[in-house]
């Protein structure tokens, strides 16, 4: 168990529609990432927060957006989804905003869009 | 921007045999080289990991090597066990000051008893 925990674990909607994801990081640590793993793609990067600012972007869509709060947990917001947007969606923390850490992965949310 | 090359991407072994997965990368800056493995269902677990300052790093029957001039780096897991039986992704920390890892594609380990 890394620390990290993330709801819910399975997501099932339509195209369209907006669905929400939620995480919470290890206990101290102030940085989130959000990943996103489909089949034909691997782990691709899509954002990092750290205490509550966007600290970093890789390839996060338009309809996607995230934010952290002031207790540190995290949303990461998906709309208008699309058949494509199906993958796991994980979120990593790690103690800094940079240098050499170590991020510690949640166990992921499953979203199929039908 | 950093690439990181993954091979094999499915490796099969007998139990009891030595496994090797290797990994490139691009950028000549990166300085950090965590190995992650993923079973089924769960998310990444940090297995073990490599600063650019070291050439080698072991913990039990896994160890890690890293070669700065050619730019790449190993994982070696020996005396394998079913257990291991896994996807395990190599991944690269460039020093771009945006800290977020580039990982490679994944291999699929399979452990035959």
């Known amino acids: 168990d890394s620390g990290v925990t993330q709801t819910p674990k399975h997501l099932i909607t339509a195209t369209g529609q907006r669905v929400t994801l939620r995480c919470s990081p290890r206990?101290?640590?102030?940085?989130v990432y959000w990943y996103q793993q489909s089949l034909d793609q691997g782990l691709q990067f899509l954002i990092q927060?750290?205490?509550?600012?966007?600290?970093a972007k890789g390839n996060i869509l338009e309809r996607f957006s995230a934010q952290q709060f002031p207790d540190l947990h995290s949303e990461l917001n998906l709309s208008s989804l699309e058949l494509g947007d199906s993958a796991l969606y994980f979120c990593?923390?790690?103690?800094?905003?940079?240098?050499?850490?170590?991020?510690?992965f949640g166990p992921g949310t499953r979203l199929l869009v039908l | 921007g950093e690439n990181v090359e993954q091979h094999p991407s499915t490796l099969s072994v007998q139990e009891g045999d030595s496994a090797v997965i290797k990994c490139t990368y691009s950028?000549?800056?990166?300085?950090?080289f965590p190995w992650y493995k993923q079973e089924l269902g769960k998310g990444p677990q940090l297995i073990i990991d490599?600063?650019?300052?070291?050439g080698e790093k072991k913990d039990q029957r896994i160890a890690v090597t890293l070669n700065k001039t050619a730019k790449h780096f190993s994982l070696h897991i020996t005396e394998t066990q079913p257990e291991d039986s896994a996807v395990y992704f190599c991944?690269?920390?460039?020093?771009?000051?945006?800290?977020?890892?580039?990982f490679g594609t994944g291999t699929r380990l399979k452990v035959l008893a």
């Open positions: 990593a923390s790690s103690v800094g905003s940079g240098g050499i850490e170590t991020q510690y």
């Open positions: 206990s101290g640590d102030l940085s």
């Open positions: 927060y750290y205490n509550g600012e966007e600290r």
């Open positions: 950028d000549s800056a990166s300085n950090y």
């Open positions: 490599i600063r650019s300052n070291v």
């Open positions: 991944a690269a920390d460039p020093t771009s000051g945006t800290y977020k890892y580039i």
